[in-house]
């Protein structure tokens, strides 16, 4: 299991994003990169508004506050470089401007993401992405079993978060394309088949990110929608 570790003393006092750090990582580094990118702000945009949960006192408020008006801007922009430069990043890596905007589309989601949080693919990713025990990646220097955090998200998510999109459809039709679904430009990354379904009660169990969702999330419901994906 992947666990979070946030403290206020952990957050530093300045960061330095420079795209041209990034102008020889592989080709695979990129694209799992992008496809972080590209989940957490779809996540983001379509996780339950701020407006609809439960209110509480200052000391007692959720680090996440649910999508909302400053969020859904980082998410959008987040989402719109990624589906124009990221191609362009994993064909080139020298292709300075992909870089540049990829770069700006990583603190984007990582702003909306920040305020807005995550919710159900997420929250399956990370027990489905521990079943994993002797994958290693092409493109990293390795040769120990590792999950790139961009590949177990999309292989996880690729082929369920259009199904839990669906979902949350009748709850905020807005966020999905012009038929009330998702807008699949937007999902153009295909992922293996998971193993979402065996890991649903317990990322329920374990993890609030589920309660995010903008329709109530169980785990036998969580589980029938997975398996129709498959």
Do not use: Q
């Amino acid at each position: 299991m992947k666990a979070g570790v946030s403290h206020r003393l952990l957050r530093p006092a300045l960061g330095i994003v420079d795209p041209l750090n990034t102008l020889t990582a592989p080709p695979e580094v990129t694209a799992a990169a992008g496809c972080d990118i590209l989940t957490h702000a779809i996540e983001s945009y379509t996780t339950r508004p701020y407006n609809a949960r439960a209110k509480h006192h200052p000391p007692d408020r959720p680090a996440y506050i649910g999508a909302n008006p400053a969020s859904d801007i980082w998410c959008e922009k987040a989402i719109e470089y990624v589906g124009k430069y990221l191609r362009r990043g994993v064909l080139s890596g020298l292709d300075l401007e992909a870089r540049l905007h990829l770069a700006l589309a990583a603190n984007y989601a990582g702003v909306g993401f920040g305020n807005a949080g995550v919710h159900i693919p997420h929250a399956l990713a990370y027990p489905i992405a521990g079943l994993v025990r002797d994958y290693v990646p092409s493109g990293y220097r390795t040769s120990h079993a590792l999950v790139p955090h961009g590949i177990s998200v999309i292989v996880d998510r690729a082929r369920h978060l259009p199904v839990h999109l669906r979902h949350l459809a009748g709850a905020a039709p807005a966020r999905g394309g012009a038929d009330g679904r998702p807008d699949r430009r937007a999902l153009r990354a295909r992922g293996a088949r998971g193993a979402a379904p065996r890991a649903c009660s317990r990322s329920c169990a374990t993890s609030a990110f589920p309660t995010a969702s903008a329709r109530s999330a169980t785990a036998s419901g969580i589980s029938r929608r997975c398996s129709r994906a498959r």
